[in-house]
């Protein structure tokens, strides 16, 4: 709600004030925090371990997942070096995937990690505001609104400003031009609805636009 408001406000204009090595700075610290959040998958530990658990952990490291990983981001680097129209990322994945079957199938003493498993594929009723007109809601409300307000102001200010700051980076990188108040006003509309099934709030990612961007 903040972020449509945001956008009628005609916010998204101060994006324009922002100086350009604080977007290459910005990028360069993305790029740095997806690489670093990957290691602990890629090594077949568990989430949150951190550096000490890094070290305490490499005696449970996966040699063959770490293996597979290496040789799937290689395969990936080539193809987008040496075959850019080809969709690398779809073509990594699909090989990743059938390596690691081949090797479960014939050696399976090779420990190369868990699979993600089943997702849920059912979709919630979006319900979730109905519950704030529970007579057990509005005295926690009444304690906690100062709160609440402060949270969700600065949630939808880092996100609002992480959002603007990806899409001057894609704008940079693909020579193109966003309309940050229809951004802003996209994507308040779009938390909405996810607050209405029960999601958390969700911002802009530039990595992910470039990435789907480079793969086609």
């Not at 350009?20 to 998958?41: C, H, K, N, R, Y």
């Not at 530990?45 to 490291?61: K, Q, T």
């Not at 014939?106 to 519950?131: C, E, I, N, Y």
């Not at 709160?147 to 001057?168: E, K, N, Y």
């Amino acid at each position: 709600l903040l972020q449509v408001l945001f956008a009628l406000l005609r916010f998204g204009a101060l994006v324009s004030f922002v100086p350009l090595p604080v977007v290459a700075g910005f990028m360069d610290g993305l790029a740095l925090l997806i690489a670093s959040a990957q290691v602990e998958t890629l090594l077949g530990l568990p989430h949150g371990a951190g550096a000490s658990g890094l070290a305490d952990g490499l005696g449970r490291v996966k040699f063959g997942g770490v293996a597979l990983g290496i040789a799937t981001v290689a395969l990936c680097w080539i193809v987008a070096r040496r075959w850019p129209r080809l969709p690398w990322a779809l073509m990594g994945i699909v090989a990743g995937t059938l390596a690691y079957a081949i090797v479960a199938a014939g050696w399976p003493g090779v420990s190369l990690g868990p699979l993600l498993g089943v997702t849920l594929m059912d979709f919630p009723a979006p319900l979730a505001f109905t519950k704030l007109a529970s007579p057990a809601v509005a005295p926690i409300l009444q304690t906690h609104l100062p709160q609440l307000l402060t949270t969700a102001l600065v949630i939808a200010l880092i996100g609002s400003m992480d959002a603007l700051l990806s899409a001057v980076a894609v704008d940079a990188r693909l020579n193109m031009r966003h309309d940050s108040n229809r951004l802003l006003l996209g994507m308040g509309l779009a938390n909405l609805a996810c607050a209405a099934v029960g999601g958390v709030p969700v911002a802009n990612s530039s990595s992910v636009q470039l990435t789907a961007h480079g793969a086609g």
